[in-house]
């Protein structure tokens, strides 16, 4: 005690600014990594799938956000339309993580962030595996799987991890997982054009589960009582946080927000905590709707354009083929993401809502672009595309930024873990309209 009184003001200053940095690099790599290995593992599951579709004759391009692409042209159509083949991996990438997402909220605090971490591990390895070594379909659908619940059960937990650190490491994870896109993209290209088979590729890309759980466990630093291999009850009864700041979800270090300027609020609600109900967590739910629907908004149309409408904006008059305008398409987008993830460090954006109704106005651009063909060339699209992934993950990082910055201390670790559902919502929602759709412009 003595010794922490009597120590440096500036080597503690020092020692803080150092932890802080830890910190925030373990986020990001905490980002890069929890979607790094699902963008991968999707590009791979592909290539395999076409190798065990022996009848299948067209060739799969690899497309930076981690799907194929299989250029067929469709004479019927004067569209050059892809025959919709992928549907079942699809939903393999959709439905677990969104089942995680609405369910795990109201009981995933029974389970420690530690054993989260291994599940979050052991499921990424299992799906990397699982692919590479897949015989059938059905295996390779189900490697699918795991790595959707891996990636699932990482946002929400890792998520819901931000709330017992500095604020800062929000735009963190947010610039990893926006990294993860053009990254995990680019390594698997540069592999597999490298000569080197998807199998081979998969084996090497086991390194991304290992740093994430070297990130976890040895670089963050987390506060004397974060609650690493017990249950939130053990550690946080009532009875115990009277008169402690063991309950508190945030480092007491965080002297930059206003949050220490009423002490004896603070002190109020410590002596009123309890566990939250489930009656309180649904309630909690409906003050989180306003942040919720236009997160899911914004996921619907920018998944609306990537998935139904971008294959079919084809220029046959440009320089570059149907397969190279997709990849810069997707590839704009992604830099785009990973820009307006990062910028939370500079910037926040209030009006979510705003940014929901702007990628609402690219989708029905687009939309009309699709059926009446008035676009002159491609590079009109690459600048709504980058334009498209600048509000989609402008919308991701301000809408956790700001439910931390509005939601009881008490709360926060349930909302953001609850908030999580509306880009995997939004995600589903906008498969289900966009396979229909794409259906009928390739029936033309």
Known sequence: MDRALNSDPVS????????????????????????????????????????????????????????????????????????????????????????????????????????????????????????????????????????????????????????????????????????????????????TQAGLTPQVTLWIMLVVPVILAVSYFFLLVFPSSFPQWRRHEDGHSPSRVVNSHERRPLIEEETDTNEDAEPTREEQEDKHIRPLTFTDKIYIMKGLLKFIFPLGLVYFAEYFINQGLLELLYFPDSRLSHAEQYRWYQTLYQVGVFASRTSLVCFKIRKIFLMSLLQCVNAVLLGFAVYYQFLPNPWVVFVIVLYEGLLGGAAYVNTFFFIREETAKHEREFAMAAASVGDSLGIALSAAAALPVHHYFCSL
């Open 12 to 191: 503690t200053a020092d020692t803080e600014g150092r932890q802080r940095w830890r910190n925030w690099i373990g986020f990001w790599l905490l980002g890069l990594c929890n979607n790094f290995a699902y963008v991968v593992m999707l590009s791979a599951a592909h290539d395999i799938l076409q190798k065990q579709e022996s009848h299948n004759t067209t060739t799969p391009t690899p497309a930076p956000n981690g799907t194929n692409i299989e250029i067929r042209n469709n004479s019927s159509s004067r569209y050059d339309c892809n025959a919709v083949s992928t549907a079942a991996v699809l939903l393999a990438d959709i439905l677990p993580t969104l089942i995680i997402k609405f369910t795990a909220p109201f009981y995933i605090h029974k389970v420690p962030y530690g054993f989260r971490v291994l599940v979050c591990f052991i499921t990424a390895v299992v799906s990397f595996l699982m692919v590479s070594f897949s015989s059938t379909i059905l295996l390779s659908i189900f490697g699918v799987v795991f790595a959707s619940i891996s990636s699932g059960l990482g946002e929400l937990s890792f998520l819901s991890l931000s709330v017992f650190f500095n604020r800062n490491v929000l735009s963190g994870w947010g610039s990893g997982t926006g990294a993860a896109g053009v990254a995990g993209a680019f390594l698997y290209s540069a592999f």
